[in-house]
């Protein structure tokens, strides 16, 4: 499907995500990926901190408010949290499964995702996929805009967690 793969390798789209265990059998996937100069560590409290914002075109999903661009010092999500904000800082979602410092899974409108964090030597390869059970009409086009809108998001969160790392 168009749309269904950015920034990931074979072996990554072949890999279990915890949000493989909430929907076996997906009529939809997709898969997102993108390598962070900087360790897990870093990379985790901005995973986190997605629960206040989208990270994503703020303009867009956001309604013109800005994604904090400092962490808040969040304490780690808990499952049936709202897994993140949107419009405004509206919340939407929820958490479904966590393990601190590896991956955040949550729900919003019938799609579940994982965040998954990757050690790479001094890196951290954060990936992201998405699952819905059923495959609507429009999932080629949803596919596409979610891409764009994603693709946002991991360069947001990678460019944040590198600059935290060097200061």
């Not at 900087?38 to 914002?53: M, S």
């Not at 049936?80 to 949107?86: D, I, K, L, N, Y």
């Not at 590896?102 to 001094?122: F, K, N, W």
């Not at 495959?135 to 805009?145: F, I, W």
Request: net charge positive; charged share 25%; hydrophobic share 40%.
């Amino acid at each position: 499907m168009i749309g269904d793969r950015w920034g990931v390798t074979a072996a990554e789209i072949k890999r279990r995500f915890p949000c493989d265990e909430l929907i076996p059998a997906p009529g939809f996937e997709a898969w997102r990926g993108v390598t962070v100069d900087a360790p897990c560590e870093d990379v985790w409290p901005w995973v986190v901190q997605i629960r206040l914002a989208p990270y994503s075109y703020d303009c867009i999903d956001n309604l013109g408010h800005r994604s904090p661009q400092q962490l808040r010092g969040l304490r780690d999500p808990v499952v049936g949290e709202r897994f993140t904000s949107a419009f405004g800082g509206r919340p939407a979602g929820r958490v479904l499964a966590t393990s601190a410092g590896e991956h955040l899974t949550g729900q919003i409108m019938g799609t579940v995702m994982s965040y998954v964090l990757v050690p790479d030597g001094a890196r951290t390869r954060l990936l992201l996929k998405l699952l819905a059970r059923e495959r609507h009409p429009l999932s080629p086009l949803l596919s596409l805009g979610d891409l764009i809108m994603a693709r946002r998001q991991l360069l947001n969160l990678a460019r944040l967690a590198e600059q935290n790392a060097r200061t």
